[in-house]
């Protein structure tokens, strides 16, 4: 029988990295044995907040879907969002400033089987939702997956085959398209990514309609396309253009970085794996990722960081047996070149299904055991020459937001329940940039503080 550990257990594991090129620190923030985290979002570094599930304190056999939030301390509680149901269960969740946090649910009543699909809206990383009042979509299906960029752009799929557009943040997302380019209607979207104002992508299983709009078929090949109209006045006069097609993967997660250069996961079904392109989609190169000691080979690329061209963070999972697998953490400084900063699984055997990063100098991931690492390191020092540059507040408005430029009419502001005695920081730390990885001294050096867990783990695969 699990038993679920009734506190938050932190154990500090300190890692320098084997080669002179890396530095950093990473720490287990967050623990709970049979607890498990597949969704994370990290506005700033005063916030955080995820979802997965911990065992059942009522039925320790049975899991219990929750959230989970950064407390000021750094410590973890749990939280749920408002809802109308008995559950609420993301769908996607994105920030795209730590004032602009989006999240798709499905609220549901156990009871009544009832279900809602609402947007919901956070404007203080996390702390407090709202909800908008009226479906944001008009379609019977509602939509499973949404990509945002800046405040106002937001685009969703997996819902009847369309797309939904919307350009006031997601209030209003009635205006739809389905992409088209000759007399193939791209259908059934998988991923997508928006790089700006005006350039997003949308990959696809293929679905093919007839003229008489009576027959459909759908083909288990991808195509990935791209468009640069996303300000037309009818999002159903877009143009787009096919950059490949016929391809036995779909994207599980696209992110480009400019027009030329983006890294792609991909799945096959049985792997998943991770792609980079430098022709803007045309052409991807699988990145090879190297043998961890006599483990076996990487199978699952669960999830990236991408900071810019060529630095990023891979979370992967390598099997251990049918029902369980080990965790490594990559990053890459070249685009091709994947270096494990947590190589060693029998120290650290939990699988990572997701990482977020604030800059490249903090990032938190999370995954089995509902395990919460956080990476630290010094950004480099920079001089400036010029002592006259000017320091200017981003200005950042941090209130429940109620106006009208996000589209449609939101309800009052309820806040989340956390666990033991959560209080909101009185002033929220903007969100900063940074360009490239942290530098140190060669060498391994393992240092665990704290105090061990006294349970065995038990893991689950990737």
Request: hydrophobic share 40%; proline share 7%.
């Amino acid at each position: 029988m699990r038993i679920a550990i009734q506190s938050t257990v932190v154990v500090a594991l300190a890692i320098m990295f084997s080669s002179s090129a890396f530095a950093g620190t990473w720490e287990i923030t967050n623990q709970i044995q049979g607890g498990f985290i597949f969704m994370l979002e990290v506005p700033d570094e005063t916030h955080a907040f995820g979802f997965g599930s911990i065992p059942d304190p009522a039925d320790p056999q049975n899991d219990k879907f929750t959230g989970f939030k950064m407390n000021p301390n750094g410590t973890w509680g749990e939280f749920m969002p408002p809802a109308s149901g008995d559950m609420l269960v993301p769908m996607n969740m994105q920030c795209t400033a730590p004032d602009n946090c989006l999240m798709l649910a499905t609220d549901i009543n156990t009871q009544t089987m009832a279900m809602k699909t609402p947007l919901m809206l956070s404007k203080d990383g996390g702390n407090k939702w709202t909800t908008f009042t009226d479906p944001f979509f008009k379609r019977p299906s509602a939509p499973s997956n949404f990509n945002a960029f800046g405040t106002k752009l937001v685009w969703f799929y997996g819902t009847d085959t369309i797309v939904l557009i919307s350009k006031n943040g997601g209030g209003d997302a009635k205006s739809w398209f389905v992409p088209t380019i000759g007399d193939v209607k791209f259908m059934s979207i998988q991923g997508g990514f928006i790089l700006n104002d005006n350039v997003g992508f949308l990959m696809n299983q293929s679905m093919t309609e007839s003229e008489d709009k009576k027959t459909r078929t759908v083909n288990p090949v991808g195509a990935l396309m791209k468009t640069s109209d996303l300000q037309v006045a009818d999002p159903k006069d877009m143009t787009w253009e096919i950059l490949f097609q016929d391809q036995t993967v779909y994207a599980r997660k696209l992110h480009f970085v400019n027009e030329n250069v983006g890294y792609m996961i991909t799945d096959d079904g049985t792997n998943y794996g991770l792609s980079r392109t430098t022709d803007g989609g045309r052409n991807w190169t699988p990145i090879v990722f190297p043998q961890v000691g006599e483990l076996a080979p990487i199978q699952w690329v669960n999830d990236i960081a991408v900071f810019d061209e060529d630095n990023l963070f891979v979370v992967a999972g390598i099997p251990n047996g049918e029902e369980d697998s080990f965790g490594v953490i990559f990053r890459i400084s070249d685009g091709v070149t994947p270096v494990p900063v947590l190589p060693d699984p029998t120290e650290h055997q939990m699988t990572m299904q997701v990482i977020r990063c604030v800059t490249p100098y903090y990032c938190l991931a999370a995954g089995e055991e509902a395990t919460v690492l956080r990476f630290t390191d010094e950004p480099p020092v920079v001089v400036e020459e010029d002592s006259d540059i000017a320091i200017v507040s981003d200005g950042a408005d941090r209130d429940a937001f109620a106006g009208d430029d996000q589209g449609g009419q939101i309800e009052d502001v309820e806040e989340g329940i956390d666990l033991k005695g959560w209080t909101p920081p009185k002033k929220d730390s903007g969100c900063s940039t940074g360009n490239g990885p942290g530098t140190g001294p060669a060498g391994l050096a393992l240092l665990i503080l704290g105090c061990a867990l006294c349970l065995a783990w038990r893991r689950r695969q990737a």
